[in-house]
């Protein structure tokens, strides 16, 4: 059972409300205008930044979502001050996650049309864990496998029919890498060996934990 299975509703409300207190500090320090949304979604717990007219709050997303990464560790780390607690919270900022996993769908549908259409593997460029996640996701739906390889910040996703279906040597099972890019959301910053060692000792009490999802179920993988 995941760590969001295990808290109850009233638990990730809390989260969210904690969440919500500490943007809305940090807004007050920026002088930023802006509103905060809180929701629940797939067991986790959403706070969103909106507002209408007011740029400033774009420079809460930065450089491919840099800014908002941040934003979410803090607050993340807010939330477990208060309740002793790893969170799995999700900030977002201005429907940043809503574009971009838009703009991860058209990328993945282009690759599983390449994928067919030739019957080669397809290589995706190099993707944090987030849009990792997501690629696996979409890829599932459309009956396609996928795979990551590499080294972060090099790490990358492989689209591929399910006939290519033989892993190389080397070759990250799906399975282990939807756990590794579960994980490097929630822990970033851990090394390859550390995260290696935490997905065997996590995975023995906490199988089939999945990430959170703007739209849908998101972070399924491509079995």
């Known amino acids: 059972m995941s760590q969001s299975e295990d808290k109850t509703m009233d638990q ?41 007219d007011n740029a400033d709050i774009k420079n ?44 991860l769908r058209d990328l993945a549908m282009d690759a599983i049309e390449d994928a067919r259409e030739s019957g080669d593997a397809v290589d995706l460029d190099p993707m944090n864990s987030f849009e990792r996640k997501v690629i696996h996701d979409i890829v599932r739906e459309e009956g396609l496998k ?7 910040p090099h790490r990358y996703v492989t689209v591929y029919e399910r006939k290519n279906d033989e892993a190389e040597d080397g070759e990250i099972s799906t399975e282990q890498d939807v756990e590794e ?4 959301q ?3 910053g851990l090394s390859r060996s ?11 009490s906490q199988q089939g934990e999945s990430a959170f999802d703007v739209e849908d179920s998101e972070d399924s993988d491509s079995e």
């Open 181 to 184: 890019d579960e994980l490097e």
């Open 146 to 152: 996928s795979r990551s390889h590499g080294e972060e």
């Open 12 to 52: 990730l409300n809390e989260e969210a409300d904690i969440a919500a207190d500490y943007l809305e500090g940090l807004l007050d320090i920026a002088d930023y205008d802006g509103d905060i949304e809180m929701g629940i979604r797939n067991d986790r717990p959403l706070v969103q930044i909106v507002a209408d």
């Open 194 to 204: 550390k995260k290696e060692s935490a997905i065997d000792d996590e995975s023995n």
């Open 60 to 103: 809460l997303i930065g450089k491919n979502g840099n800014v908002v990464d941040a934003l979410q560790q803090l607050t993340r780390l807010a939330v477990q001050q208060k309740t002793g607690e790893r969170s799995r919270l999700i900030v977002d900022v201005d429907g940043y996650l809503k574009r971009k996993r838009q703009h």
């Open 186 to 188: 929630n822990e970033p």
